[in-house]
């Protein structure tokens, strides 16, 4: 959607304070959702999340170490550093780990930006930019929406910020991230089927909506904050 920039990218994965042991197949390591699997009910139900972190983050987890496995070049990167620097990952496990390292990545972000019970709008300085950007936070809301239905098959919608500091609402295909293109992620919306096909079926418009009744808005603000 637009050029790749220099913008340096926000730290993502959260490995201090919830770092297990890295399993023996790899370096990398599904950490546990930060709340239990039914908290975000009725929006999200808990099999769903169930099965989306416990199956098909993991897989994403193992098949990364399988494509790094032989790769002395990239031992010791982070996932995100994989993801943003994906030109120079060699071309023999490049898609795999466009995919695979894109969906680690891309989903330990998402189970951070949920929570129930918070605030349905941000405040602060990322109100102002998104009413800068997007003509107040219906606007936005309109826009974002757009972006996820808009989708063709599997992919994430996201709020990003480019490296002018300038909001930009985009879609990527698959397990494509920003991140690759130098934009830094604010939030994410997963819109693959396993995300919400169990509850919605395909009734992708209902499951955008209840998506914003579990945004953790406090958690994209900072992010924000972060970023700028």
Excluded at 146 to 166: E, H, I, M, P, Y
């Amino acid at each position: 959607m637009v050029v790749a920039s220099s913008a340096s990218a926000l730290p993502l994965l959260r490995e201090s304070a919830r770092a297990q042991a890295a399993p023996a197949g790899g370096p990398f390591q599904l950490a546990p959702l930060p709340y239990p699997a039914d908290a975000l009910e009725p929006y999200i139900d808990a099999r769903t999340m169930e099965i989306h972190h416990g199956k098909h983050h993991a897989a994403y987890v193992a098949n990364l170490n399988k494509a790094v496995a032989d790769q002395p070049s990239l031992a010791g990167k982070s996932a995100e550093e994989l993801v943003r620097q994906l030109a120079s990952v060699p071309e023999s496990v490049r898609t795999a780990v466009r995919n695979h390292g894109g969906g680690h990545v891309n989903h330990t972000m998402f189970w951070e930006m949920l929570s129930k019970g918070g605030r349905k709008e941000p405040r602060g300085d990322l109100a102002r930019a998104i009413d800068r950007a997007f003509g107040g936070f219906a606007g936005f809301k309109d826009q974002f929406g757009k972006a996820a239905a808009g989708v063709f098959g599997s992919g994430w919608a996201w709020l990003t910020v480019d490296d002018q500091n300038s909001l930009r609402i985009e879609s990527t295909p698959n397990q494509d991230s920003p991140l690759t293109s130098g934009r830094i992620p604010l939030l994410a919306l997963d819109v693959w089927e396993h995300a919400y096909y169990l509850k919605y079926q395909n009734r992708r418009p209902e499951y955008i909506d209840a998506f914003f009744h579990v945004i953790h808005w406090e958690h994209i603000e900072e992010r924000y904050r972060k970023s700028r």
